[in-house]
């Protein structure tokens, strides 16, 4: 079965620190990978995805950046957080047999101060 | 830019009660999802509905797409407890997925 590992769950990091956030997939191969936000209760806004290895396409311009090094690991970074930047971080998954649905790994919740 | 829109945006009920949550869009998707989340988790995937019409039940919970495949609805009968979450749902097209802006629910015992 696949399942989708986010880490770390919780950070605390002070303003102007750098960032990286791991998605890891087990479990398919190939997959599409995605990076979102969310507001507290809110909707998702996808900030990155990705359809394979070294291929980024990003949805809003942002202090984040997202890299692909490896077929089942997304990254998401920044070299300078800003106070906008807290939020909950979510990763997800489509792909192979689940073309027209997407899998969520359990998030990450950054606070910056 | 492909908008999803959820009404009503929070629900608060009394358990065992009977609710449902919309889910309305302009654009035409290949299929849609709705997902619960709860705080500090991700989304849980519920359903997915494919074609245009479809109606799918998981126990107390019916989902439907509608026939434009524009649109879909969430009804809930005799709603518990455990139902409580932010309720979301997605349309999917190609690679792409659209999330609506979220449904809260709290079911009071």
């Known amino acids: 079965s696949q399942t989708i590992h986010q880490w770390p769950a919780t950070l605390v990091q002070p303003v102007g620190s750098p960032l990286s956030l791991e998605c890891t997939v087990e479990g398919t191969s190939n997959p599409n990978l995605y990076w979102y936000r969310q507001a507290a209760g809110r909707g998702l806004q996808l900030l990155f995805y990705?359809?394979?290895?070294?291929?980024i396409s990003s949805e809003v311009p942002q202090n984040l950046s997202a890299s692909r090094p490896q077929d089942r690991q997304f990254i998401l970074s920044s070299k300078k957080l800003l106070l906008s930047d807290s939020g909950f971080y979510l990763c997800a998954w489509s792909g192979g047999w689940s073309q027209e649905t997407q899998y969520f790994g359990p998030g990450t919740r950054l606070l910056v101060l | 830019t492909q908008l999803l829109e959820q009404s009503p945006q929070f629900l608060s009920i009394q358990e065992g009660e009977n609710l449902t949550v919309y889910c309305n869009s302009s654009?035409?998707?290949?299929?849609l999802q709705w997902y619960r989340q709860e705080p500090g988790e991700g989304p849980v995937l519920l359903v997915t509905?494919?074609?245009?019409?479809e109606v799918k039940k998981l126990k107390r919970l019916t989902f439907q797409f509608g026939d434009a495949r524009k649109d879909s609805s969430l009804h809930i009968t005799a709603a518990q407890p455990g139902d409580t979450g932010l309720y979301l749902c997605a349309g999917a097209t190609g690679n792409q997925f659209y999330f609506g802006t979220g449904t809260s629910l709290t079911v009071i015992p």
């Open positions: 509905v494919v074609t245009g019409g």
């Open positions: 990705s359809v394979g290895i070294g291929q």
């Open positions: 654009s035409v998707f290949s299929s």
